[in-house]
């Protein structure tokens, strides 16, 4: 069974740093592309960054020069460095892969919290 396992989120003030980890197990990490998503409070979830195979990259417009999404291949781990952390980056953050067709379920994510 393919499982996903974020962690590495925490509580932080606004201008600082957190580095989240997702691991992947089974076959969809391997030569797909990957991507994290954000849920706030009330909110739907939202994508936030992917990544290809190769390492090709794409962000959200509000993730875009503060946030970096990497990979590992050989470990099958997904890496979101957060930078310049603000109260509306809050919310649990999720990876999983990045075409609806080929996601599994999502796991229990990573809670973020900015505070002001």
């Known amino acids: 069974q393919v499982q996903l396992v974020e962690s590495g989120g925490g509580l932080v003030q606004a201008g600082g740093s957190l580095r989240l980890s997702c691991a992947a197990s089974?076959?969809?990490?391997?030569?797909?592309?990957m991507g994290w998503w954000r849920q706030a409070p009330g909110n739907e979830r939202e994508w936030v960054a992917h990544?290809?195979?190769?390492?090709?990259?794409n962000y959200a417009d509000s993730a875009r020069g503060r946030f970096t999404i990497s990979r590992d291949n050989a470990k099958n781990m997904l890496y979101l460095q957060m930078n310049s952390l603000k109260p509306e980056d809050t919310g649990i953050y999720y990876c999983?892969?990045?075409?609806?067709?080929?996601?599994?379920?999502w796991g229990q994510g990573t809670q973020v919290t900015v505070s002001s």
């Open positions: 990544i290809d195979a190769l390492g090709g990259t």
């Open positions: 089974g076959s969809i990490f391997s030569g797909n592309v």
């Open positions: 999983n892969a990045y075409r609806p067709t080929l996601r599994t379920a």
